[in-house]
């Protein structure tokens, strides 16, 4: 009657293992350490760079508690502080010798002193929030007014090309603060450009003025598309610092919207208050240039790297190492880029890069490769004031459509690392920091050690209670809490989530909580007993009949903690996230675990006269 399966008792002793195996990383704590990720967009951090950090520590006479490569960025892990800043400044004066002009990043971090063999299972510690693990929250303000100019001067730039490839003949067209002006001789050609605008560039509003030959056409924004162009600016700003953000290695960094035009930026773990600012800062565009062909023999190029740069061009190296003359004038600028995916050539079958252009920039890039077959285009990526070829492909024919592929000595990691440089682009808009707080370290131990305690306390105490109240019961009610727990945070270990205050509440509210099946299952035991049924059939029937309210109460929580997951945001989402997962660990253990320990208690008795269950042995 009261007996498991086997694979029962080895399915929850599996569990128990596994439970402690993930939950065990979270004991490690974090150790100071410096990471090495490329400030560049075209140079990458390898093997090579990894050998260079490697040597400069061994020849200071410092010694790494770990030093590895992983996607993107190399990290050095130290003993102490005191080391790991002799450490940052050391690496740094190796990697960049020119500080005006760094070619890597080297900042401050923190990481995870778990052994090397829980790593290698993936046996990885939770995140910890901000409130526990220190580092520096901002908020950013999105210039939305900037945004709006920027897209004006993009519809006026709309309105030369439509006009022009109309063969419509203006008298000027002018941008003004508040949009853009058409000057006309005559109504008839007004109304013939005023058609094409409209057809063509729906998001501007039209109004006619002025009379006799200086007739006016004035186009704004409308208010639909305004909010549109903001929205936008917002959702490609917090893109942009995603990818900015991947350079510090912070793990589950926080970046959402705050009201109309503000970006929260929280990065937990973060000590390099500077690099971090240095690097949401950044500013990048992307230009589409001429190579200059007919400066591209060995004398001119030997000449412009010693500084005598042909009149109109500009002197730069590929990624190969190979000299190149690219031509000052722009053909396009990123802002005429929708999208970047990486792929393979149809008819080649080597890897390549496709470009998706928008109306206006598919309209330039046809007459310009229509006028450059075989001639090559140099795509730069500018940074700081400082451009770099990204790649500099040769025009095999005209390109229509607005769809282009990049493709020529690449490998696929590197048609996906283009692709994403190019997608990456520049911010919408910009931003300024309007707040900034730093939360030390001390701090977060702090709030750890308080949180810490007062779910240890509370689990003691409901322990004692379990215990004298119910005895032998108890104890396996206390046991059944503990596996509850220790599943709990292996979930959450393995899940990677992040833990913060709020989370930690959810711990201790999900033990108090979990106890109430118990509660309900000793409970309706001591009415079978009472009712005189033998203590076999007691056992049974009050985990049977117990298990139909238990569902019942953890359903009523779960429907109220996945509404606080969807339509809840930071803290309150911590909290829901803790709140669920401890539903589904909770039914588990106070059901199957504590059944599975009172069947081996008793269940193989065949005579069994007397169960402890209270202050006295009901039989």
Known sequence: MNRYPLWTYVLVALAVVLGLLYTLPNFFGEAPAVQVSSAKATLKVDSAVLARVEETLKKSGIQPTGLFQDAG???????????????????????????????YTVALNLLSSSPAWLTAIHALPMYLG?????????????????????????????????LRDKSIRHAGIAREPSGVVIRFRDAETRAKARKQIEDQLPDLQLADSGDGTELRLTGTIKPEAQKRTQEFALKQNIQTLHNRINELGVAEPIIQQQGADRVVVQLPGVQDTAKAKEILGRTATLEIRMVDEDNMNAPALAAAAQGQVPFGSEYYVERNGQPLLVKKQVVLTGERLTDAQPGFDNQTQEPAVHLTLDAAGARIFRDVTR??????????????GKGEVVTAPVIRSEIGGGRVQISGRMTTVEANDTALLLRAGSLAAPMEIVEERTVGPSLGAENIKKGFDSTIYGFAAISAFMIVYYAVFGMFSVV??????????????????TLTLPGIAAIALTLGMAIDANVLINERIREELRAGSTPQAAIHAGYERAFGTIIDSNITSLIAGLALLIF???????FAVVHVLGIFTSIFSSVVVSRSIANLTYGSRRKLERVSIGNTAWK
Not at 132 to 155: E, N, P, S
Not at 371 to 384: C, D, H, N
């Open 73 to 103: 960025s190399i990290k050095v892990r130290l003993a102490d502080t005191d080391t790991q800043l002799k450490a940052k400044d050391l690496i740094n004066q190796g990697l960049n010798p020119d500080p005006q002009n760094p070619s």
């Open 371 to 384: 006028e450059s077959v075989g001639k090559r285009m140099a795509i730069l990526l500018f940074e700081k």
């Open 130 to 162: 901000l409130d526990l693990r220190g580092g520096v929250h901002f908020l950013l303000q999105v210039d939305m007014k900037a945004a709006l100019t920027k897209r004006l001067d993009a519809l006026t730039g709309d309105i030369r090309s439509q």
């Open 568 to 574: 809840g945001s930071g803290p309150v989402r911590g």
């Open 480 to 497: 059944a809490l503990s596996s509850n727990l220790l599943f709990l945070l292996a979930l959450l270990s393995l899940l990677q989530a």
